[in-house]
């Protein structure tokens, strides 16, 4: 004698349905680990870091990186300034050195910084007969635990040469900038040199 048997046809699409609300929730959990703790978007505004950054450029900040090394010269930076909003600047002077500015020259432990980020902007100010920086900064060691930062368009940059900014602490510090990612014909990775 036979038996009926009825075979549930709703397991295997329960079973489909979980195992894509799974995979679902590890990419959310996957997307948010990597938003929060490693990378971070961060959209540019002003004229700070011209011409090597733009308005409205998005980068990729790598949050993760200084937990494990010293932010160095010539790294562009992310931090918390004292305005409430985050700026983006270049890293020029490391803790314990000395740092001045005079008009377009910088120096660090008194040797000339070869800026090679500048040099079309440098040479271009020099053809028309004009200084490109028109804020000087007096010598000052950078303190322990601070970075001394400008912005690549020195005459139009709230920077540590103004006193609301300061020397930058490290815990101010979001990340490096490590890629600007929008617009698409810009797509490149931050160069420190």
Request: glycine share 6%.
């Amino acid at each position: 004698m036979e038996q009926d048997q009825t075979v549930d046809k709703s397991t295997p699409v329960k079973n489909e349905a979980w195992e894509w609300i799974k995979a679902l929730l590890i990419a959310a959990a996957l997307v948010f680990f990597i938003r929060w703790l490693v990378f971070a978007p961060f959209i540019v505004e002003g004229p700070s870091m011209q011409p090597n950054f733009e308005t409205g450029e998005r980068l990729i900040v790598n949050k993760f990186i200084y937990r494990f090394t010293d932010p160095k010269h010539g790294e562009v930076l992310v931090f918390h300034a004292p305005s409430e909003k985050d700026y983006i600047k270049r890293v020029i002077a490391l803790p314990g050195e000395t740092v001045r500015v005079e008009g377009d020259q910088v120096y660090v432990n008194n040797q000339l910084v070869d800026e090679t980020y500048l040099k079309e902007a440098l040479d271009k100010a020099k053809q028309e007969g004009r200084p490109y920086n028109m804020r000087n900064f007096p010598e000052q060691t950078v303190p322990e635990g601070s970075v001394f930062v400008m912005g690549d368009n020195r005459s139009n940059s709230s920077d540590s040469r103004d006193p609301s900014v300061g020397f930058v602490p490290y815990e101010k510090i979001v990340g490096r900038a490590d890629l600007i990612f929008w617009p698409f014909d810009k797509i490149s990775l931050v160069h420190s040199k």
